[in-house]
C-alpha cells in the first residue's frame, strides 16, 4: 500500500506559478513510476505529467507542456509539479498517483494508487 497526500492547491492569478507536492508512504517509493493527473469540473480526470524513479523519463500533457515541471526526490518520497503561466483552464482538482508496473503510464489505469487531491482554481 502507498498513501499519498497532495499538498499546495490554491487560489492563484492568471499567470502566476504554483508548486504541488505529494508525499508518499508507506511501502517503497523510489522504483515507483508517479504521474499527476487533475480532474476540472464537468470533465473527465486527465493526464498531466509523469516520471520514472530515477527522474530520467518524464512526459507532459500537450497543454502543460512548457510550462510545467514535474520532479522528485526520492530520499524524500516526494513528488512535485510546478506549474507556470497558470491560466484559468488550469482550474481543477489536482490527483498524484504511484504506479506500480514497469514504465511510464500516461493513462489513468496505469496507476495503482492515488492521493485524495488538492484544489486548484486559477481567477482571470
Known amino acids: 500500500q502507498v498513501h499519498l497526500v497532495e499538498h499546495g492547491g490554491g487560489l492563484v492569478q492568471s499567470g502566476g506559478s504554483l508548486t504541488l507536492s505529494c508525499a508518499a508512504s508507506g511501502r517503497t517509493f523510489n522504483r515507483n513510476a508517479m504521474g499527476w493527473f487533475r480532474r476540472a469540473p464537468g470533465k473527465e480526470r486527465e493526464f498531466v505529467a509523469a516520471i520514472n524513479w530515477s527522474g530520467d523519463s518524464i512526459y507532459y500533457e500537450d497543454s502543460v507542456k512548457g510550462r510545467s515541471t514535474i520532479s522528485r526526490d526520492n530520499a524524500k518520497n516526494t513528488v512535485f509539479l510546478q506549474i507556470d503561466s497558470l491560466k484559468t483552464e488550469d482550474t481543477a482538482v489536482y490527483y498524484c498517483?504511484?504506479?506500480?508496473?514497469?514504465?511510464?503510464?500516461?493513462?489513468?489505469?496505469?496507476?495503482?494508487?492515488w492521493g485524495q487531491g488538492t484544489q486548484v482554481t486559477v481567477s482571470s
Open positions: 498517483a504511484a504506479s506500480m508496473g514497469l514504465g511510464v503510464p500516461t493513462g489513468r489505469y496505469g496507476y495503482v494508487f
